[in-house]
Structures are given as C-alpha cells and as structure tokens.
C-alpha cells in the first residue's frame, strides 16, 4: 500500500509538472532569465507554480503534521536546522547546473517519458552525481558513515 | 509577457502541492524528488520500492497526459552534450550536499518555513540566475 500511494502522488506530481509547463526548460528558463524583463520577453510562471504549490503544501502540511500516516507508523519530519556550509555550497552548485540547462530533478525524471537523448545524458549524469557524493561522503568520513548516508535526505 | 500562463501554473503547483500533502499523509515522506533518488541508491531494500513506485508516478504522468491528448512537446535542452553532462553532475551532487532540491526545499521546506530550506531556495535561484544571465546577455548575447 506504501508503494501503491508512492505511485499516486509521483503521478499528481507529475500531472502539476506537464500541466503547469515547467516540463519545458524553455519555460523555466524564461523565468530564471530576469534580464528579459524590460524587454517583456520575462516569463513568471515558475513564480506562480511555486506560489500555488506553497499555499497548498503549507495549509495541507498543518492539517497532516499531527497525525499518524496512514500506512507508516510515524512521519519523517526533516529536523535539521542549521544553516551550514554544505547546505550552501549544495544549493549554489545545483543552481549552477539548473541555470545550465533549465532541468532539475522532477521534471528531468518526469522528460524520460519523452526519450529525449538530451534528457537521458542528463539524468545519468545526475545520478553519476549523486553516487559521486555518497561515495566521497563515506570515504571523507568512514566512521560515520551509517549515519550520513541513512540521514542524506535530511530536508528532502 | 506574452509566454505568461498563470491558470496553467497555478492548477499545476496546487497539484505539486496536492502531491506533497498526500505523500506526507499516506507515506510520512517529503516528496522531494532528490532525496527520493538519491535513497534510491543507499536505501535498504525495504526502503526502495516506495521510492521507485513514486519515480514511476513521476514519468507515467507526461505518458498518460499524451494518451489523453494533452500536448508534451519533446522538451529543448540548451547546451551540447558535455554541457548538459556537467549540468546533469552540478545537480546530482550539489541536491545531495544540500540535501534538496527545487521540490525538497523550493516547495516542502518553505511549506514548512523551514530557514534551512528559505536559505537553499533562496541560494539555488541566485546561482540559477546568474548563469543565465551570463549565459545568454553575456556570452550568448
């Protein structure tokens, strides 16, 4: 049942995805890029979508936070909270890759439904990344490795 | 603002919101769909199937949207192969090393208001739009 309510909500996700557009790199580049806004050419979608996604997310998280899923016996809250070193470098180098290409993790997973060779080349070499740094991470700290790696998704 | 489509984005971010809610509800899980792959290569077996099932929801979704006859155009990568190769690493490690991406911390984490999640937001934009400011006035342009 866990997997079965896995796949339902990949595939509303997926369904917000194609649906809103930000499948297209070319519309979430059309957002990322600012300096269009003069010319007119500057597309806010990616604002709205995220706007949208916020205001359901934070009223449907409220209501959810105290209970018990339903096919879990408990909820994974993230509960780290500093804001350190690896949380910045992290987010800057994803920025980077992101404002490359226009793809992040969702809608390059939800693209492979195209076969886009462009799109599969991306995503093997994100997920080549994300190996890379789980096997940097248990070599520059063997001892805690357990650790690390079961809490790697602390935020999500 | 003629490539603005504001009903298309909001009925589409309330449904990445829907799914985030319904994952949490049903699951106890973020959907964040970096911390979902990269548990997919470190989880003990018992923890994969979920993560795989949401990974399949996620590329059904454009299949079924075809069927139905809603258009999915073949999306426009810019870049040539090494670009998007190094695009593709960029993303991979940095989600890992910030422990979430435009979904984990964009949309679940400020949901949460998270300042962890506000601060990677914040910083993975900035990055994004620099590059491609640099990339197309600058270099490109």
Not at chain 1, 21 to 26: E, I, N
Not at chain 2, 32 to 42: A, C, P, R
Not at chain 2, 52 to 62: D, E, R
């Amino acid at each position: 049942m866990p997997a079965l309510a896995s796949l339902v909500c990949g595939f509303i996700f997926g369904l917000g995805l194609v649906i809103s557009g930000m499948v297209s790199p070319t519309k979430v580049l059309g957002f990322l890029d600012v300096l269009s806004i003069p010319s007119g050419n500057w597309d806010p979608s990616l604002a709205v979508v995220m706007a949208a996604g916020l205001a359901v997310t934070g009223i449907g998280f409220a209501l959810v936070r105290p209970r018990t899923p339903v096919f879990e016996s408990e909820s994974r809250w993230p509960t780290a909270s500093t804001i350190n070193r690896p949380l910045l470098t992290g987010a800057a180098l994803f920025g980077i890759g992101w404002g490359l290409v226009g793809l992040c993790p969702g809608p390059a997973i939800a693209d492979l439904a195209t076969l886009s060779p462009a799109v599969i080349d991306f995503v093997i070499a994100m997920m080549l990344g994300m190996v890379g740094y789980d096997l940097w991470q248990s070599r520059a700290a063997p001892q805690i490795e357990s650790k690390v790696l079961n809490t790697g998704t602390a935020d999500g | 603002m003629a490539n603005f489509t504001p009903i298309s984005a909001a009925i589409g971010g309330a449904l990445i919101g829907l799914s985030a809610v319904l994952l949490m509800l049903f699951n106890g899980r973020i959907a964040g769909v970096s911390g979902i792959m990269g548990g997919l290569v470190n989880a003990p077996g018992s923890d994969r199937l979920w993560r795989i099932a949401f990974i399949a929801g996620l590329i059904a979704a454009p299949l079924a949207a075809g069927l139905a006859g809603y258009p999915v155009p073949m999306p426009k990568v810019p870049g040539n192969f090494a670009i998007i190769a190094i695009a593709g690493l960029l993303v991979g490690f940095g989600t890992r090393l910030g422990s979430g991406c435009t979904s984990g911390h964009g949309i679940c984490g400020i949901a949460r208001l998270s300042p962890r999640s506000i601060a990677a937001t914040m910083v993975f934009m900035a990055a994004a739009i620099i590059i491609v400011a640099l990339t197309r006035h600058v270099i490109g342009g």
